[in-house]
């Protein structure tokens, strides 16, 4: 079955550019939205927007001016990058799969990565 | 920007309970809702989507009433694994809830 694996840096510094990579595994990354979001400590979940096919994006009105997202179809991966990051970024990240026939609802969730902010 | 706000924000039951999680969007939302579970260290897991449609794999004892404003998340007889947290999301600005904590009496 499908599954999502995150990776990426553990820690990194402030004002700096937070870069992590999903790999799907089990199946292809044509023609579905894939996700990401996060999850401050203790705290409740923050969607970070969404990518599909690296033609459409769709981010948090709250982050937009950050966030980049986007597909590489040859390596089943899809990225998001996250720039001029703050301790107010620290969270576990989530890459999560959406499918339209769920209007979009995140069906299959990665384990998560935690990121630090901090110098 | 569109809100849901999730009530109550905690809520402790007994096994065999039926518990009911109220999630409230600013506007209208029709039925674009979804419904996850979070247990402690996990990634979350989709329960509902559309609002009243059961994800595939999940149990019965799980149900999803509501559209426009007002949604619902029913749990017809509270089971052990059941104790977790429970988010909404609205699936089209795809905002979520600020979560309910179902906790053990």
């Known amino acids: 079955q499908v599954q999502l694996q995150e990776s990426g840096p553990g820690l990194v510094k402030p004002s700096e550019t937070l870069s992590l990579t999903c790999t799907v595994s089990?199946?292809?990354?044509?023609?579905?939205?894939w996700s990401w979001i996060r999850q401050p400590a203790g705290k409740g979940l923050e969607w970070i927007g969404h990518?599909?096919?690296?033609?459409?994006?769709s981010y948090n009105p709250s982050l937009k001016s950050r966030v980049t997202m986007s597909v590489d179809t040859s390596k089943n991966q899809f990225s998001l990058k996250l720039t001029s990051v703050t301790a107010a970024d620290t969270a576990v990240y989530y890459c999560a799969r959406a499918v339209a026939g769920t209007d979009r609802a995140l069906d299959i969730w990665g384990q998560g990565t935690m990121v630090t902010v901090s110098s | 920007d569109i809100q849901l706000t999730q009530s109550p924000s905690f809520l402790s039951a007994s096994v065999g309970d039926r518990i009911t999680i109220t999630c409230r969007a600013s506007?209208?939302?029709?039925?674009?809702l979804a419904w996850y579970q979070q247990k402690p260290g996990k990634a979350p897991n989709l329960l509902i989507y559309?609002?009243?449609t059961l994800q595939s794999g999940v149990p019965s004892r799980f149900s999803g009433s509501g559209s426009g404003t007002e949604f619902t998340l029913t749990i017809s007889s509270l089971q052990p694994e059941d104790f977790a947290t429970y988010y909404c999301q609205q699936l089209n600005n795809y905002p979520f809830g600020g979560g309910t904590k179902v906790e053990i009496k």
């Open positions: 089990g199946g292809s990354i044509s023609t579905y939205y």
């Open positions: 506007q209208g939302i029709f039925t674009y």
């Open positions: 559309s609002a009243s």
């Open positions: 990518v599909y096919t690296s033609v459409y994006t």
